[in-house]
T-cell receptor
Framework: AQRVTQPEKLLSVFKGAPVELKCNYS??????LFWYVQYSRQRLQLLLR??SRESIKGFTADLNKGETSFHLKKPFAQEEDSAMYYC???????????FGKGITLSVRP | DTGVSQDPRHKITKRGQNVTFRCDPI?????LYWYRQTLGQGPEFLTY????????KSRLLSDRFSAERPKGSFSTLEIQRTEQGDSAMYLC??????????FGQGTRLTVV
């Protein structure tokens, strides 16, 4: 069975500091990983997906199959990055998502 | 807003009552998903529709839960004989082809 682990619940940093949000997964097939973000009072929205290899809002994430990780990184955090971040794994023919428990990122001025 | 729409946004009900939620997906999306999210957890998959066919149900979906998607457009999720443990945020998402899932704002259910 697939599993997504986000080991930390909260990360608090100062503006301009680097950010790394950890995500590990367990899946027997070929994984497709995502990061979703939820800003205060807004819906869950896609931040990035590993297959597109994009940088969105300065965030990047690299799939490391050897370490089964998909950590989200940003070199210089901004206050507007404060939100809840969820790592998710797409699996099966029906493309359902398995989510981690999420991490709250708080960026202080 | 042309995204995924859910109604109602909030529902408070007494234990034992039945409730029904509605989801209107993005119009051209043929895939529709329901998820449930409780405090401190990520969303958990409940069920999946492709067009009007319900193709997968999680074991989280007890026999008190039923979902439909008539005509492959909007979907409803009904919970019968609600219990306090059903209190959660119910999320709907839709997608099509290789697109990533787009989520609605959710229906927050409180069972008192």
């Amino acid at each position: 069975a697939q599993r997504v682990t986000q080991p930390e619940k909260l990360l608090s940093v100062f503006k301009g500091a680097p950010v790394e949000l950890k995500c590990n997964y367990s899946y027997s097939g070929s994984p497709e990983l995502f990061w979703y973000v939820q800003y205060s009072r807004q819906r869950l929205q896609l931040l990035l997906r590993h297959i597109s290899r994009e940088s969105i809002k300065g965030f990047t994430a690299d799939l490391n199959k050897g370490e089964t990780s998909f950590h989200l990184k940003k070199p210089f955090a901004q206050e507007e990055d404060s939100a809840m971040y969820y790592c998710a794994l797409k699996s099966g023919a029906n493309s359902k998502l398995t989510f981690g428990k999420g991490i709250t990122l708080s960026v202080r001025p | 807003d042309t995204g995924v729409s859910q109604d109602p946004r909030h529902k408070i009900t007494k234990r034992g009552q039945n409730v029904t939620f509605r989801c209107d997906p993005i119009s051209e999306h043929n895939r529709l998903y329901w998820y449930r999210q409780t405090l401190g957890q990520g969303p958990e998959f409940l069920t999946y529709f492709q067009n009007e066919a319900q193709l997968e149900k999680s074991r989280l979906l007890s026999d008190r839960f039923s979902a439909e998607r008539p005509k492959g457009s909007f979907s409803t999720l009904e919970i019968q004989r609600t219990e306090q443990g059903d209190s959660a945020m119910y999320l709907c998402a839709s997608s099509s082809g290789l697109l990533s899932a787009f989520f609605g704002q959710g229906t927050r259910l409180t069972v008192v």
